[in-house]
C-alpha cells in the first residue's frame, strides 16, 4: 500500500457508501480509463470475471473454440470452460514469450478451410512484457475474430506508446494481491466499444433490467466491485507509474549482479519495448550453468527467499488433458529452465544482493 488508499476508503465509510457500487467505484473506473487510454471501462470481482464476461460478449457459447496462449496463469482459459467451450492453445515465440503469430495464422487457415473458426483469440502479455499486438490484430481482422487481451500482468506496460489491453475488442486487468497494483482482489473490463462494456455491466449486476421491481430477461453475475476496494484502486493507481519504474530498476540491478553468469539468460524485451518488469524471469542452461533451474529454487527456498517456475504451459496441465495445442516446445522450454525472482517493489537492495548471492553460490553446484 501507498498510504494514499486510506483517504478514499475513508471518504467511504464517511459518506456511508460500504455496499457495492459508489463514488470510488465511479471514480476508479473513470481514472482507469484515464490512465489506461480507454475510455468504456468496467471495474468487476477479479481479472478471471473480466475475461468471464469479455468471452460472453464475444458470443462464446457451448462447443465453440477459443484460442488462448498456453503460456500462462489458467485464469486465461479456465472462463472458457465455464462457457462450455473448448480452449485451443498456441505456443509462445522466442522474441516476447508471447503467442507466435506464425503458428496463429496457421491455426486459424486450417480452421478456415474447415470452415469452422474460433470465436475469439485470448492473447496474453505475459509477466509485463506486451505480446506482438499489431501481427495478432492483423489475424484477427482478417478473419473477423475478436481479439481479448489478458493484460491481468501488464499494467503500466506500454505497446507503441500505448497500454496493452486496449488493442482488442476486450481487455481485461487484473488487482489481485500479486499483481503490480492491487486492491486485494479485482478486475477490470476495458473495451473501445462502448455498448459491449454497457451490456457486460448489466450481467456483472445480476441482469436487472431497468424496473422497478427485480425483472431478468437474461442469466447475470454477481461480479462488480464494492466500492471499499475500489478506494483502495484509487489510491493505488496514484503510484502506478513509480511501481513499474522501481519493477524495472529491480530487474536492472538483478542483470548488474548476475549477467556474468555463464547459462543465465533473462527474459527479453521485444523490440517494441515497454516491458513493464512486473517480474524479473530468468532461464538457466544446466550445461552451461552446472545446475538448472530446480536445484537454484530449492537453494532459494532453503534460504527462504520464495521462487517460481515460469507458468507451467496449459497444454501440460491435467485438467486440460484434452485440449488441443499449436507447437508446444518453446513454452515446455521456457517452463523446464525459467525462474521468476522476486520482485516486489518493497525490496531493499540488500534482498536484491541476497538472492544474487543465492543464485551464484550454485554456479557449477554438482546436483
Ligand atoms: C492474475 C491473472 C489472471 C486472473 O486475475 P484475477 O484477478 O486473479 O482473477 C488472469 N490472467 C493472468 C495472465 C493472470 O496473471
Known sequence: MSGLEQQFVQEAFDSNWVA??????????????EVVGCEHVLAVSSGTAAIHLALIEAGVRAGDEVVVSTLTFAASAFPV?????RPVFVDSERTSWNMDPELLAELLAERASRGRLPKAVVLVHLYGQPANIDAVLELCRRYEIPLIEDAAEALGASYNGRSPGTFGRAGIFSFNGNKIITTSGGGMLVSPDRELIAHARKLATQAREPA????????????RMSNILAGVGRGQLRVLAERVRRRRAIFERYRELLADLPGIDFMPEAPWGGHSRWLTVITVEPDEFGCDREQIRLALEAANIDARPVWKPMHLQPVF???EVVGGAVAEDLFARGLCLPSGTAMSEQDIQRVAEVVRAQQGAVR
Open 321 to 323: 488433458a484434452e485440449g
Open 212 to 223: 422497478p421491481h427485480y425483472e431478468h430477461v437474461e442469466v447475470g453475475y454477481n461480479y
Open 20 to 33: 457495492p457500487l459508489g463514488p470510488n467505484v465511479d471514480a476508479f473506473e473513470r481514472e482507469f480509463g
Open 81 to 85: 470452460v465455464y462457457l462450455g467451450a
